[in-house]
């Protein structure tokens, strides 16, 4: 009955592509933008929750956004950091003291968190790297020498704060979470065949599943197409060891999945 069960399976499925998104969970348990619109597009999609949150520095991030005079923009490069801040600000009267000033942001996903737990606009949703962020953030301040504040994760890189530094803007960082490897990520992968295709969307989700994947699937796991949300990814996919396929030209699901088509 079970192999009947799986073939019927397979047929249902038919020659649809499999594609595993290895990303954090979506907090508020909505269906994933990115697996939705793949779906859309025929193909097969799984998604693992590679990496876990805890916020830290709660109580120092309330203080930092009540003195928002000491600062000419702040920057949120994640949903997380976000999230960090409404938490730390339940209060919209805190979060409101920012309005007119900037809010830097790095890609679609932050910049709605933006909007929609903060009630705030930003700038820069579609920059895409760090990189392109601090360049956007220097042009956007014109010749003001002030200082942005910078909440942020504890395995961000520091691409964003040398490349203000070097423009003459100052950078005040907070750790304000935290982001372990799941624990149970090998349970979740131990039964599954291999993919067609992986998407990685952080540098910490690739060194905490490449070698699970590489556990489970061997020498095999060349014959998946890797794919990168970004160059940063990308970077550490390659340090690693691994080939990455295909990366996408923005951090949102229609670029992801331009990436899948145009192969």
């Known amino acids: 009955k079970l192999i009947l069960l799986d073939s019927l399976l397979q047929e249902m ?12 969970p979506n907090e508020d348990k909505s269906v994933d933008p990115y697996q939705e619109l793949l779906e859309k597009a025929g193909f097969h999609v799984k998604v693992f929750p590679v990496i876990e949150f805890n916020f830290v520095n709660g109580e120092q991030l309330g ?17 997380r950091s976000v999230e960090a801040v409404k938490n730390a600000c339940p209060d919209q009267v805190v979060i409101e003291k920012w309005k007119g000033k900037p809010v830097y942001v790095v890609g679609q996903a932050s910049s709605r968190a933006v909007q929609n737990l903060l009630r705030l606009s930003s700038v820069g949703a579609d920059s895409g790297s760090a990189e392109v962020l601090a360049s956007c953030i220097k042009d956007h301040m014109k010749d003001e020498k002030g200082k942005i504040f910078f909440p942020k994760g504890n395995l961000a890189k520091d691409t964003l704060g040398t490349m203000l530094d070097s ?65 940063t990814t990308k970077k550490e996919i390659e340090n690693l060891g691994f080939e990455v396929y295909k990366v996408a030209d923005k951090p949102n699901p229609e670029a992801v999945m331009q990436a899948l088509l145009d192969n």
Do not use: R
Request: aromatic content about 10%; overall charge negative.
């Open 167 to 231: 423009y003459g803007i100052s950078v005040d960082h907070l750790i304000v979470y935290e982001t372990a490897p799941n624990q149970n990520l090998e349970n979740l992968l131990e039964n599954e065949k291999l993919p067609d295709w992986v998407i990685f969307f952080s540098p910490s989700g690739a060194i905490s599943s490449l070698p699970i994947l590489k556990k489970f699937y061997s020498e095999n796991l060349s014959n998946a197409k890797l794919v990168a949300i970004g160059p």
């Open 13 to 24: 499925l038919g020659n649809k592509e499999t594609v595993f998104l290895l990303k954090a």
């Open 63 to 79: 203080e930092k956004m009540e003195n928002a005079f000491e600062y000419s923009g702040i920057a949120l490069t994640s949903k």
